[in-house]
């Protein structure tokens, strides 16, 4: 999240609006918007229904329904327009991800 934060002029000026969506709860994200300092909004998938939409869920030290940590990029139109998947110790290529939203603009 910190990456994102740290980039998010560069999302702003390409056009990019940046969400992250988790698990946790709305109270935890209260924290983690806190703690982190991000200038985007965290919505909460509380009740699993983007991860089991987007088919995200796995299992993770004996934990079910995990998201796997994943990036989109949603046009205006709703439609998703690009998507990336990362092992549980990766961090998304935000230069990848800034490179797809300026296309969509091209």
């Known amino acids: 999240m910190s990456l994102l934060r740290d ?7 390409a056009g990019v609006a940046l969400y992250g969506i988790s ?16 200038t985007f909004p965290l919505i909460s998938d509380w009740n699993g229904e983007a991860t089991e939409g987007f088919r995200l869920a796995f299992e993770y030290r004996g934990l079910r329904g995990v998201s796997r940590r994943s990036a989109f990029l949603v046009g205006t139109d709703g ?22 939203g300026r296309a969509l603009r091209a």
């Open 7 to 13: 980039r998010s002029t560069e999302f702003d000026e």
């Open 23 to 38: 698990r946790d709860s709305p109270y935890t994200h209260v924290a983690w918007t806190q703690v982190l300092d991000l």
């Open 79 to 100: 439609s998703v327009r690009g998507a990336w998947s990362y092992g549980t110790g990766e961090v998304p290529d935000v230069d990848e991800l800034l490179a797809a």
